[in-house]
């Protein structure tokens, strides 16, 4: 049996232009908490834990098992708020507490469209995501 961790590991998840970040960032700042933020989508291309880029999405191809490879000692210590836009790959024993973050699409298509980036196929794809994910309004947690 494994030993248990003295700090949570919070997922931050959500489309582009939620918040993620932002929100990840104010916590990690916060001397109180002591959380390390980790932009998976940062460590991706810093530590190239990806197969190659997607040049229809303009962004890089993540390889599962060299980024779950890669955060192994930092999760099983415990204290991280990890921000990523999905998080069905992440072993279950890593996550304490999952923060799934919306946005209305008036508000997000103007984040989006605004970012120099965003090229017409993610923009309608990332609002697809939003418009896909509305059964998430009403639901609980199970007890």
Not at 11 to 17: A, D, K, N, R
Not at 90 to 109: G, M
Request: proline share 3%; net charge negative.
């Amino acid at each position: 049996m494994g030993s248990v961790r003295m700090k949570p590991n919070i997922l931050v998840t959500g489309t582009p232009g939620t918040g993620k970040t932002t929100t990840c960032s104010l916590l990690a700042d916060d001397p109180n908490l002591n959380l390390r933020h980790i932009n998976l989508g940062e460590l991706v291309k810093q530590k190239n834990l990806h197969n190659g880029w997607d040049d229809e999405f303009e962004c890089y191809i993540l390889n599962e098992d060299l980024v779950n490879d890669e955060l192994a000692g930092m999760m099983d210590e415990g204290g991280n708020i990890v921000d990523y836009h999905s998080c069905d790959f992440f072993p279950e024993r890593w996550v304490d507490c999952v923060a799934v973050l919306q946005t209305d699409n008036s508000i997000l298509y103007d984040r989006l469209t605004n970012r120099y980036f965003y090229q017409k196929t993610e923009l309608s794809s990332n609002l697809g995501c939003i418009w896909l994910s509305s059964g998430l309004h009403g639901t609980k947690a199970p007890k």
